[in-house]
């Protein structure tokens, strides 16, 4: 029974140390948070004009396909103008979340 006992013991010794806990494994550094920060803010200061004139683009050329095509049309080029990312977030750098210039 001892001989058990001790084997079981030892082999969650064994499990509970080379197991990494998923919290553990996904936590990053100070400095790494800080540098997808910088990366995201500068990124969106690149980014956010870019996306605001297409959007105006798209504004105007929904306007101008509102008497041809009737307001669902016009409806969906603009929806698909401005619509999508306008933020670059950290989780968008480390390649977790898509960038998407045109809407759905």
């Known amino acids: 029974m001892r001989r058990i006992t001790a084997l079981l013991l030892g082999l969650t010794l064994i499990a509970s140390t080379t197991v990494v ?9 100070t400095a790494e948070e800080v540098t997808y920060g910088a990366g995201s803010f500068f990124g969106t200061l690149l980014y956010a004009p870019a996306k605001t004139s297409f959007c105006v683009v798209g ?3 929904s306007g101008l396909t509102l008497p041809f095509g009737g ?19 950290p989780g968008t750098l480390k390649g977790k979340e898509r960038i998407r210039f045109v809407g759905p």
């Open 59 to 61: 504004a105007v050329t």
């Open 71 to 89: 307001p669902q049309t016009a409806g969906k080029v603009a929806s698909a103008a401005c619509g999508g990312t306008w933020v670059i977030t």
């Open 21 to 29: 806990p998923a919290h553990a494994a996904s936590r990053e550094s």
